[in-house]
């Protein structure tokens, strides 16, 4: 792994797992309530309700450096798989990005201007709005590339690990898909436990980062 591939994966990484861990607490201090009607909705909405989408695109647009040093950390023979992982990566980047950056956007301006009638479609909490289901379309294909990228990591102790937390956080989210599509609660519940499995998924992958960072100043050094 050369120095410029360590870093990209490390702050990466490290920006992902900061940015979850913020999307994760912010749950905490939004206001929930069931989706009912719109009107019964906007009465109850304040602008502290979008705020989990912020966190939700910085996430999101870390993954792109990510993806760079996925590829570059890939050995020859799995470059096929990092390419593969990339792809559905990206797939995921472009469909939830759309999502919530028209959740602080157009969902927050519209409501705050009282320009409501074109709204219902577009709010996450409906759970028949498009841009719902195209956040569980983005989700799927995020799940689909940790199958792929997992295939990255075979030589020691730590890669078991970040191997067997792809796996699982990748099985925990696809069940949390499929429990949004059929409206189970029972097994939506599995986003919310594979974000927190993602953040340490991330935090794995910053000490894998940060040893290749190491090894590369400690040949460096020795060159000298």
């Excluded at 870390?62 to 470059?79: G, R």
């Excluded at 970040?162 to 519940?189: C, D, E, H, K, Y």
């Excluded at 927190?196 to 020795?222: C, N, P, W």
């Amino acid at each position: 792994m050369d120095k410029a591939t360590a870093k990209f994966g490390f702050w990466s990484a490290l920006l992902i797992g900061i940015f979850t861990l913020v999307f994760l607490v912010s749950l905490f201090f939004v206001p929930h309530f069931p989706y009912d009607r719109l009107g019964i909705y906007l009465a109850r909405f304040r602008a502290a309700k979008v705020f989990p989408a912020l966190p939700s695109l910085l996430i999101a647009l870390c993954h792109l450096p990510l993806f760079a040093a996925y590829k570059s950390f890939a050995d020859e023979e799995k470059k096929i798989w990092a390419s593969a992982g990339n792809l559905f990566g990206t797939a995921y980047v472009v469909c939830v990005s759309i999502v919530y950056f028209t959740q602080i956007t157009y969902v927050a301006q519209s409501i705050r201007a009282g320009r409501t009638q074109y709204v219902e479609p577009f709010l996450l909490d409906n759970p028949l709005s498009y841009l719902r289901m195209q956040d569980m379309l983005g989700y799927l294909f995020l799940m689909i590339a940790l199958f792929f990228w997992a295939r990255l990591f075979m030589e020691g102790p730590l890669d078991r690990w970040i191997r067997t937390f792809f796996w699982v956080t990748a099985v925990i989210g696809l069940m949390g898909v499929l429990g949004m599509a059929l409206q189970l609660p029972s097994l939506s519940v599995g986003i919310l436990f594979s974000a927190a499995t993602y953040a340490v998924l991330a935090v794995l992958l910053i000490f894998r980062f940060a040893q290749g960072m190491k090894k590369h100043d400690s040949e460096k050094r020795r060159y000298l």
